[in-house]
């Protein structure tokens, strides 16, 4: 059972276009976080927001923590090719146990 | 320099072999972990130590074994390697438990194919 639910599971956009890739969970998570993993690496970590209605920009993306701290959303605006990859939310609980959403596959195409 | 790095990078063996991943930080990182990530690119933690104890066990099966010489290092011994086995295994560190909001970095992954 997958405690964290990513939406959607592919998105494919022109360049320039906005898009929005959501995180939700019926669990409520110590922090939350969302990486980005590029084929053949690892995951880079984005942003980590702790607290609830916490919204954190980072250039054009914007992440959003749910007032619960059970969900989250990331908002890319005006999306360029060099944002194409797989893009993963991650709860975290007080043990430091990382769980994973499934993660939302972005493909921008110029 | 490397941050987190993991050897091989590419491993293909046959099913019933023994095989380990090796993974080294120069971070000065208290805490490492073991991911597995499987086809459908789900991500899920297997093992953590923190300053060479385990403190993360999940469901793995015991043919599954951690090691961690010291705090720089954390290798993954595989035994009687299984179809299912095939997958790509993250190395990972953080200066402290990820639940205290601390930065978690990967290593580029090993990719194991069991055939």
């Known amino acids: 059972t997958q405690l964290l639910e990513q939406s959607p599971q592919f998105l494919s956009i022109q360049e320039g276009e906005n898009l929005t890739v959501y995180c939700n969970s019926s669990s409520v998570f110590s922090s939350l976080q969302w990486y980005r993993q590029e084929p053949g690496e690892g995951p880079v970590l984005l942003v980590t927001v702790v607290t609830g209605g916490e919204v954190k920009k980072l250039k054009r993306l914007t992440f959003q923590f749910g007032d619960a701290r059970k969900d989250s959303s990331l908002h890319i605006t005006a999306a360029q090719p060099g944002d194409t990859g797989l893009y993963l939310c991650a709860g975290a609980d007080s043990w430091g146990k990382l769980q994973f959403g499934a993660g939302t596959q972005v493909v921008v195409t110029p | 320099d490397t941050a987190v790095s993991q050897t091989p990078k590419y491993l293909v063996t046959q099913m019933g072999n023994d095989k380990s991943i090796k993974c080294e930080q120069n971070?000065?990182?208290?805490?490492m972990y073991w991911y597995k990530q499987d086809s459908k690119k789900f991500l899920k933690i297997m093992f953590s130590y923190n300053n060479k104890e385990l403190i993360i066990n999940e469901t793995v099966p015991n043919r599954f074994s951690p090691k961690s010489p010291d705090k720089a290092h954390l290798n993954l011994h595989i035994n009687s390697l299984e179809l299912g086995d095939s997958a790509v295994y993250f190395c990972?560190?953080?200066?402290?438990?990820?639940?205290?909001?601390?930065?978690?970095?990967f290593g580029e992954g090993s990719w194991l194919t069991v055939v």
């Open positions: 971070l000065g990182h208290d805490t």
């Open positions: 990972a560190s953080s200066q402290d438990r990820a639940g205290l909001g601390n930065t978690i970095y």
